[in-house]
């Protein structure tokens, strides 16, 4: 038997908001920020500009920022492993994150100002994840939970997971199973964890284009990692509402899907799904 349908996305939702790049001073003398003042700053930062008892240069992306490593491992659990690690060494090269939010970052821990937007949130979060500074990771999140960022949200939902940050999981989340479509354009999607996929396919609040999108993004989710998912099938499959798929679609997908006719489940649903066409003569 067929469920209630999903909510449809609407088409008339203006994204203008997505356009207005807005951008926000993280300031930690912000009364609403709890950070610890820390009266040395304005000296290291000045001896770093004029590159001063400057003991360590971190390079990323072949550009080079010099610093103080007792500066840095204060704020950066991440320096602060890697320079125990490596006492000797005057250049610390440090993969995977770009010059420009490199830069921003270590500004940060020498002037605690941090300049966020829409265009730069994400390469910040994962940047500053990356290093552990914990200070920049709150603020990004701050802003994500307080302007409706709607670009790449699945990806900020695993890091919300990763960070235990309770209420932008729950915002995340929650854009997510109303953007349904847009969420699973995101590579990251398929990397969700089957507990995460459930939540969203179970909500009634639920907001598709159509079933065959939950379809297909089902049948990717299991397909791209087939041997450790494949305990799953019956599970994910049973939260596909097959009634709701055109009788089109019935024939022309899902009747040659590989995941479906090697499956008792997938067949049943197949089956089920004709005749419920069948039943309401919505040939």
Known sequence: MGRNKRKHKSHSNSKNDQNN???????????????????????????????????????????????????????SKYFEKKFQERPGESVLDVPGISAEIMEKLIDFIYEEFLLINDENVY??????????????????????????VLNACVPAYMMAIKYHHAKYCAAAQQYIIQNFDEATKEPKFYELDKEDIVVFLQSEDLVVSSEEVVYKAMVQWLKTDLPGRIRHL???????????????????????????????????????AIDHHIKNDTL
């Open 123 to 148: 390469q910040l979060l994962e940047g500053a994840a990356f290093l552990v500074i914990a200070e920049a990771v709150k603020y990004c999140f701050r802003y994500l939970t307080k302007h409706n």
């Open 234 to 272: 019956r599970e994910i499959l049973e939260l596909v509402r097959f009634p709701q798929l055109s009788m089109k679609f019935l024939r022309d997908h899902v009747k040659n899907e590989e995941i479906i006719i090697q499956s008792t489940i997938g067949q049943f649903l197949h089956h089920e």
């Open 21 to 75: 790049v807005k951008t926000e001073m993280f300031d930690p003398t912000d009364r609403d920020i709890s950070v610890v003042a820390h009266p040395l700053h304005a000296h290291s930062n000045e001896f770093r500009k004029k590159n001063m008892l400057c003991d360590i240069k971190i390079r990323a992306d072949g550009k080079e920022f010099p610093g103080h490593r007792i500066m840095l491992a204060s704020f």
